[in-house]
């Protein structure tokens, strides 16, 4: 049976924008997403840690204009372990407190990570440096399917213990596109004996073609039922109406096995991701209220 409630966490990731139109596009969506009280929203970097400093601009803009919580991204490639930490401090100085590390992909132009000569080698690295900060909140990232350069699942597993014993707190998965791949990843690692919060990833579905190509890369499974019923859509108000449907039953599942936290890849348009938590029965607040002036 379905459970409405309004008590469940809300956090919300956003990417730099690189140009004036994009720009625009990401304070309409922090705008509208920001009257939902999220316990806090993260930066992402671009490929290869291309949008570094714009990602520390976003989030210092974020926290001063919005005063949320902000977890601006951190990953490990193209950059000297020094050049990486410079990026944490500037992200303290803005006061952020919420680092989300990763590894980070491989750069457009390489086909696999290669770790900078003097930067860190692994997330697991990244991380034991961050947690000797301590300044931060660290998430990290999860897989509740096989990581593409995963051996297999159980490997995912211990690198996310891990990650937790290097000094994370949390950790936010992959998206994914039926409830019961998170909650059978989730007694996986249970009975791995984690213990620390796993938040789901929940990626409403703008677009179901590009979407399918970004899970293939992603070693995300797509099923062969979701794809009948996007084939079967006509026009494009009716596969909207079929990501909403598809992406409030996943939620509401979710929170009917106890998971208390969603966490949303928005792709800077809130359209979808509004309609979700309305839905789930979260109110809105108004955004000129919540905003800090």
């Known amino acids: 049976m379905s459970v409405i409630r309004e008590t469940f ?3 919300f990731e956003f990417f ?14 922090v705008d509208a997403l920001a009257g939902f009280a999220p316990e806090f929203v993260s930066v992402t970097y671009g490929a290869g840690g291309s949008t570094r400093e714009l990602t520390k601009s976003a989030v210092a803009v974020i926290r001063d204009n919005y005063g949320l919580e902000v977890a601006g991204h951190l990953t490990c490639v193209n950059a000297s372990r020094a050049e ?4 944490a401090g500037g992200y303290a100085a803005s006061g952020a407190t919420q680092i989300v590390a990763l590894r ?12 900078h000569p003097d930067g860190f080698a692994s997330s697991v690295a990244l991380i034991e440096a961050l947690a000797d900060m301590n300044q931060f909140k660290i998430r990290v990232g999860a897989y509740p399917h096989k990581h593409p350069e995963a051996s297999d699942e ?9 990650k937790f014993e290097a000094g994370a707190d949390s950790a936010i998965t992959q998206f994914f596109f039926e409830a019961e791949d998170f909650l059978r990843f989730r007694d996986r690692c249970d009975k791995a ?3 620390n919060k796993i938040t789901p990833g929940i990626l409403p579905i703008e677009n179901w073609e590009k979407t399918k190509k970004f899970a293939a890369r992603c070693g995300t499974v797509t099923p062969d039922w979701m794809d009948k019923a996007y084939r079967n859509t006509e026009t494009p108000d009716q596969a909207r109406l079929l ?14 096995e106890g998971v208390e936290d969603l966490h949303f890849y928005t792709l800077n348009d809130p359209t979808l ?21």
């Open 9 to 11: 966490g809300l956090s």
């Open 193 to 195: 004996g984690i213990r």
């Open 273 to 293: 991701t509004q309609d979700v938590c309305r839905a789930l029965g979260r109110k809105l607040i108004t955004p000129a209220l919540h905003k800090v002036a």
């Open 16 to 29: 730099p924008p690189q140009s004036l139109e994009a720009s625009f596009k990401l304070w309409t969506a």
């Open 84 to 87: 990486v930490l410079e990026v």
């Open 104 to 115: 980070g992909d491989a750069p457009k132009d390489a086909d696999s990570f290669s770790a």
């Open 243 to 256: 990501s909403t449907a598809i992406c409030t039953e996943i939620c509401d599942d979710l929170l009917c």
């Open 154 to 162: 159980q490997a995912d597993i211990e690198y996310l213990k891990r």
